[in-house]
């Protein structure tokens, strides 16, 4: 007990970043690649303070796979909210194994909060923020603990709430990074094939976004490639990308 309490307290007093950090990093990778952005990164003062979150989706495997190319011991964060498509954890064991990830993390909803606030397991389909704070926000804060830093996939094409994302952001004392914030589908796509990187199953069936199954369908040609989240709700976002989730809890 002791113990655990001077590692929180460890972690607690450990120097937080700023928005004004975030923002001179901005500055200082101006025009520098992403695989390189995150090589100085990763093996310089970040080193061991930084985890990559990722949610192996339809284009997950070009941001593990930079990762990877670099360390494949940087942690990695999965949040396996237990609303998960079979077919997303088969891709995330088939991926880690292709790229040799090392130190995967898999974090799931806390069952007494869950028998709490969610018997049922239907919570999705009232309160679909409740439900993603339950299931995702609140392992992925647990998870975050020991970090400084964290990796995030989004990308600016893929809604029109993520138009202005810039690579680098505070994010409650932590900071956010976003290597694949300016790259276009059509450079994704040219990733994928340089590398001869997996696809996930579902994106052939046109699931273009793919996160927890009662909340995910498929897109249609033209559609914003996020508009099979939520659909049919005035939600975008699970609550880790925003800074104050509608849902009943706080997010962090």
Known sequence: M???ARVLDMIDARPAFTAADAAAMQVRFDGV???EMLRQLLTGELAGRVASVSSFGAESAVLLHMVASIDVDVPVIFTNTQKMFGETLAYRDELSERLGLTDLRVFRPDPRRLAAKDKTGLRWSYDPDGCCDLRK???LRRALLPFDAWISGRKGFQSGTRI???RFEEDEGRLKINPLAD???E???AYFAEHDLPRHPLEAQGYLSIGCAPCTS????GEDP???RWRGWDKVECGIHVSSPSGEEPAF
């Not at 498929?218 to 040609?221: D, G, Y």
């Open 137 to 139: 926000v609140e392992p």
């Open 218 to 221: 498929k897109v249609a040609p």
């Open 187 to 189: 450079r994704l796509e």
């Open 226 to 228: 996020r508009s099979g």
């Open 164 to 166: 202005a994302l810039p």
């Open 33 to 35: 690649e992403a695989p």
């Open 183 to 185: 790259w276009p589908k």
């Open 2 to 4: 002791a113990e655990a």
